[in-house]
């Protein structure tokens, strides 16, 4: 009876065009105020042939920017710090890339690292569906990930996958970053995610590239615009040449940058 369960959820799971995991992400930007952590509503969306992680928060903008576009209207996103990557994954040849932003620049990061799982005998119940323990060191942080075998979809929230069932729950084990399931939704739709300047890549690079733009990003992050910055008076009438004016830029956007110091793949900040 039990193989006959299983081969029908493989039926179901092959078939249906989309099915939707919806994670809370919990996770802690500064590591110095290990008490202020964010929350985020994440999406994955399995296909039939691929998948594709990302923020509810952020699609809701992408959808509304396009929707505006078509409209011929402007919009203006809320002014509002938001997840700044979408993960997809080709199911068929596990190749994983992250659409992420550095600047202006909107970059697809293939990424062809391994992730060695250990599985436990640890098991726990999520959603009403029994799942079993594995570990793993990704991203200079041990994480332990909750995967149920009776869902045959070797994927999971950001980068993981490769266990024997969907992951429905991975933790580092400093609890820094949290990735839970709070539902599952079958659909038969099959949307793409709406394509903005922001979601759209314009250059592909590989994990090692990206590593030396984003820490050279966060040691200098106005270098594109050191020296154009033109001289202005304020509404008082008060006058600033253009290069104090990029000096107090500068320093707002490198207090920004000090207090994001606990990122999820830690290792981006060993040099």
């Known amino acids: 009876m039990r193989i006959l369960f299983i081969l029908f959820f493989v039926f179901n799971y092959s078939f249906a065009q989309t099915t939707r995991f919806i994670y809370q992400y919990e996770f802690i930007p500064d590591g110095t105020l290990p008490k202020v952590i964010s929350k985020e509503y994440m999406f994955l969306d399995v296909h039939q042939k691929d998948s594709q992680f990302y923020s509810y928060r952020n699609y809701n903008v992408d959808s509304t920017a396009v929707a505006y576009k078509k409209k011929g209207l402007f919009y203006m996103p809320p002014n509002r710090e938001y997840i700044n990557f979408r993960i997809i994954k080709n199911l068929q040849n596990n190749e994983v890339s992250m659409?992420?932003?550095?600047?202006?620049?909107?970059?697809?990061?293939?990424?062809?690292?391994?992730?060695?799982?250990?599985?436990?005998?640890?098991?726990?119940?999520?959603?009403?569906?029994?799942?079993?323990?594995?570990?793993?060191?990704?991203?200079?942080?041990?994480?332990?990930?909750?995967?149920?075998?009776?869902?045959?979809?070797?994927?999971?929230?950001?980068?993981?996958?490769?266990?024997?069932?969907?992951?429905?729950?991975?933790?580092?084990?400093?609890?820094?970053?949290?990735?839970?399931?709070?539902?599952?939704?079958?659909?038969?739709?099959?949307?793409?995610?709406?394509?903005?300047?922001?979601?759209?890549p314009t250059k592909q690079i590989t994990q090692q590239e990206y590593k030396k733009i984003y820490t050279e990003y966060r040691k200098d992050p106005l270098k594109h615009l050191r020296g154009r910055y033109p001289d202005q008076t304020d509404t008082s009438g008060n006058f600033r040449t253009g290069e104090q004016v990029f000096r107090d830029e500068e320093k707002l956007f490198k207090n920004k940058i000090k207090k994001d110091n606990n990122v999820l793949e830690i290792d981006l900040l060993k040099i």
């Open 99 to 200: 659409i992420t932003k550095v600047n202006s620049t909107v970059y697809s990061v293939s990424d062809g690292r391994e992730i060695n799982w250990k599985i436990t005998n640890k098991k726990s119940n999520i959603l009403g569906h029994a799942v079993t323990s594995a570990e793993a060191n990704f991203g200079g942080r041990v994480w332990t990930a909750w995967f149920a075998s009776d869902i045959p979809i070797q994927d999971g929230p950001y980068k993981f996958k490769g266990l024997p069932g969907i992951i429905l729950k991975v933790e580092d084990d400093k609890k820094n970053h949290v990735f839970t399931a709070i539902q599952i939704i079958k659909s038969k739709s099959n949307e793409d995610y709406p394509s903005t300047e922001n979601s759209k």
